[in-house]
């Protein structure tokens, strides 16, 4: 590696502490001192005044085609600190020539334990039963109470056979003994498959899916696909879980079927339009909530800043990197 520290990066959003120290021990950063978002204009005034070499910025960065623009030329590099990169305008990052950067393979694992907390969350009424405990109404075990399904035995469907939909099948099924389908853009190798269904059609996945598990990214296919028709082909009860995005969910009508009964129960940790959430979810019982935590574990953050930090450096001594989208 060349002479890191001559790197200069900015970061929109502080990591946390030892990520931080990464950083700061390789190259010559600057990072947003608060705990919220630059908007599009201070993250211009930063990069400017930074002469910044690397952005590193975040999923609820909207990184368009005016605020690539806006860029100073220093700027050769943008690296995004999530898996994500549907915030990103990659043909606007490919016409001004910047390399763009996301952080794959090294949270599937943090985000498919989250996408088993999920399922677990709803399937089991854990929103309810903690409920009951934090308002003292919890008055003994009662053969009735909180009455949930099985995960053990039951038949998943996932949306989305990346590598956090295939961490997810093997959870699902060597923990939970599940039979797992698939929908996905193409059907897997028979060796990454591991023995899922491959469903070439979204509805005949929805069909079988007791749980549904939604792990896609966002696309102009994917966005609003789960819609009152596609809930409609879910069996009745089904548990549905999200971990991608909640641009992939119609909420009026994963609402109006939560309410409904159609759907038993939802674990969903993304939204549309986050940190903003859908008032209806809040109101539901048998909603089972997280703020987008899917790759919050310092083993994960600190593997997603080094990714970054490291292929940042390899970019710049004119190496070629695999974690690199355009
Ligand atoms: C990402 O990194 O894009 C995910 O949202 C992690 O939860």
């Known amino acids: 590696m060349?002479?890191?520290?001559?790197?200069?990066?900015?970061?929109?959003?502080?990591?946390?502490?030892?990520?931080?120290?990464?950083?700061h021990r390789a190259a010559t950063c600057a990072a947003n001192p608060e705990d919220r978002g630059w908007d599009r204009d201070e993250i211009l005034r930063h990069a400017h005044a930074h002469a910044a070499e690397a952005l590193?910025?975040?999923?609820?960065?909207?990184?368009?085609?005016?605020?690539?623009?806006?860029?100073?030329?220093?700027?050769?590099?943008?690296?995004?600190?999530?898996?994500?990169?549907?915030?990103?305008?990659?043909?606007?990052?490919?016409s001004r020539g910047l390399a763009v950067l996301s952080t794959p393979d090294v949270l599937s694992d943090a985000v498919a334990d989250l996408g088993i907390l999920l399922l677990l969350g709803a399937?089991?009424?854990?929103?309810?039963?903690?409920?009951?405990?934090?308002?003292?109404?919890?008055?003994?075990?009662?053969?009735?109470?909180?009455?949930?399904?099985?995960?053990?035995?039951?038949?998943?469907?996932?949306?989305?056979?990346?590598?956090?939909g295939r961490a997810i099948a093997r959870r699902a099924r060597n923990g939970f003994g599940m039979a797992v389908h698939y929908h996905n853009r193409s059907r897997l190798s028979p060796e990454a498959e591991d023995g899922a269904a491959f469903h070439p059609r979204l509805d005949d996945l929805l069909a079988v899916s007791d749980f549904l598990m939604l792990a896609a990214?966002?696309?102009?296919?994917?966005?609003?696909?789960?819609?009152?028709?596609?809930?409609?082909?879910?069996?009745?009860?089904?548990?549905?879980?999200?971990?991608?995005?909640?641009d992939l969910v119609d909420?009026?009508?994963?609402?109006?079927?939560?309410?409904?009964?159609?759907?038993?129960?939802?674990?969903?940790?993304v939204f549309r339009g986050e940190p903003d959430i859908h008032p209806g979810y809040l109101a539901l019982p048998n909603v089972f909530l997280q703020p987008h935590q899917g790759s919050s574990t310092i083993e994960t953050r600190l593997r997603m800043g080094a990714l970054l930090l490291d292929s940042i450096l390899r970019l710049r001594a004119g190496e070629a990197v695999a974690n690199r989208l355009a």
């Open 2 to 23: 060349t002479d890191g520290k001559a790197c200069r990066i900015l970061l929109t959003r502080a990591l946390p502490a030892p990520v931080m120290d990464l950083f």
């Open 56 to 94: 590193v910025v975040m999923a609820m960065d909207r990184i368009d085609a005016g605020l690539i623009e806006g860029l100073p030329a220093s700027v050769r590099v943008i690296a995004t600190y999530s898996v994500g990169h549907d915030h990103i305008d990659l043909e606007a990052a490919r």
């Open 123 to 164: 399937a089991r009424r854990a929103r309810e039963g903690m409920q009951m405990l934090y308002d003292g109404a919890w008055t003994g075990w009662s053969p009735t109470q909180l009455i949930g399904r099985d995960l053990s035995g039951g038949r998943l469907g996932i949306v989305g056979m990346g590598r956090i």
């Open 217 to 246: 990214p966002v696309t102009p296919e994917t966005r609003g696909m789960l819609d009152a028709r596609a809930i409609g082909l879910l069996p009745a009860g089904a548990v549905v879980a999200n971990v991608s995005r909640g």
């Open 251 to 269: 909420d009026e009508a994963l609402i109006a079927a939560l309410a409904g009964g159609r759907v038993m129960a939802a674990g969903l940790d």
